[in-house]
């Protein structure tokens, strides 16, 4: 049988769909009054892993999940040998430096050496401020990463931004994106190797669905 | 003014009660329709910050708050430099090896060498498995760790048990503890060195009104 890693959470709804559009019903784990976290699909050729966003790539890495759906910012931030299938369009966002609106920073580049910088994706913010040859002090945050500059612990903070409500509530401004973020198929790649074609079919199907969806849009 | 991080979730309530009993109401935080992170006491001499569990000690050791309340399994992982000043007595659980019911381990010795050992709070089960001197492979998770052994990932997890209601109804059963949790109060280090009896006074009385809580339960 097929397991498939899927994040609870914002990219829950649309990755349903894709795999509807690919011809497996996942539809049970949009039910509200469901706990389980394993759930069969009606016809039984697959079944769903109900997991967290961040544990999507560990659940595929050691093969529990064969396929999984995640975004890439979370892909870029664990750096798990999972294979990037198919980009499936959706759950656009993007990573983004920002800063207190007052503070008259215009590009990361203007940030103190040796300031802080609060994020929950501190991976992908040491990568960026390597690159830019800015030694920043990293702070690691679980949530509310905009408390950082709001409460003076930190100068920036690099997080997802979507609409930018979030930021323009708390005063913060977006002054640089690191990367932009959407929606990934991901395959355990000796699953991928070893094949019988019943991945291949579906991971063909999910490729033609998001490039179905992707004129639509 | 004093700042206090306040961590979301299971301890909110019970932490609000205690501030209250010590002289500072922070009852605002409970309202359901609040969206503020950071909410002052009405009497203004605090105020509240409204954080993830695993960020108060971040708040607290950066000195961003003078005081938080957060449990003794979040300090014991995170081992960040702040001062455990009161045992609150509440959030009551321990943190437990449990394995597949129908596995037949009895204590974690019985693990075999170089299993998978799925956590939320890899620290702490690395210093555990390490004084027993079994060699185990951690896979860190950030939530429904029961899944692990239902997936195969893992012989075992460590994890949080209060009720154990999620281990029964995942068919798991815990065999060892690591240790009992509780919430905590704790400061930052230098604000208690250089406090003029401000910060003295309200541990005191979180100290007092815990004594009281433990003789009543």
Redesign the interface.
Same mark, same amino acid.
């Given at each position: 049988m097929i397991?498939v890693a899927l994040a609870k959470g914002a990219l829950l709804k649309d990755s349903v769909a894709r795999f509807a559009a690919a011809g497996l019903d996942f539809s049970a784990v949009l039910d509200k009054n469901n706990r389980q &976290?394993?759930l069969p699909t009606p016809c039984g050729r697959a079944r769903a892993?109900?997991?967290?966003?961040?544990?999507v790539p560990?659940?595929v890495a050691?093969g529990?999940?064969q396929l999984g759906v995640v975004g890439f910012d979370v892909l870029n931030e664990h750096q798990l040998p999972v294979a990037q299938l198919v980009d499936l369009g959706f759950g656009g966002c993007r990573m983004a430096v920002a800063v207190k609106e007052s503070s008259g920073y215009k590009r990361a580049a203007d940030l103190p050496p040796h300031c802080r910088v609060a994020s929950k994706f501190t991976h992908s913010a040491r990568s960026f401020f390597n690159a830019l040859d800015l030694p920043v002090e990293l702070?690691? &945050?679980?949530?509310?990463v905009?408390?950082g500059p709001?409460?003076?612990?930190s100068e920036a903070i690099v997080d997802l931004v979507a609409t930018g409500r979030t930021l323009r509530e708390n005063g913060l401004v977006a002054i640089e994106d690191l990367f932009h973020s959407t929606a990934r198929l991901v395959g355990h790649p000796l699953a991928m190797r070893l094949d019988q074609g019943e991945l291949r079919e579906i991971v063909d199907a999910m490729r033609q669905a998001s490039a179905i969806a992707l004129e639509v849009a």
């Open positions: 397991t &976290l394993m892993l109900l997991v967290r966003n961040g544990d560990t659940y050691y529990q999940a702070v690691h &945050l679980n949530g509310s905009e408390l709001i409460t003076g612990m």
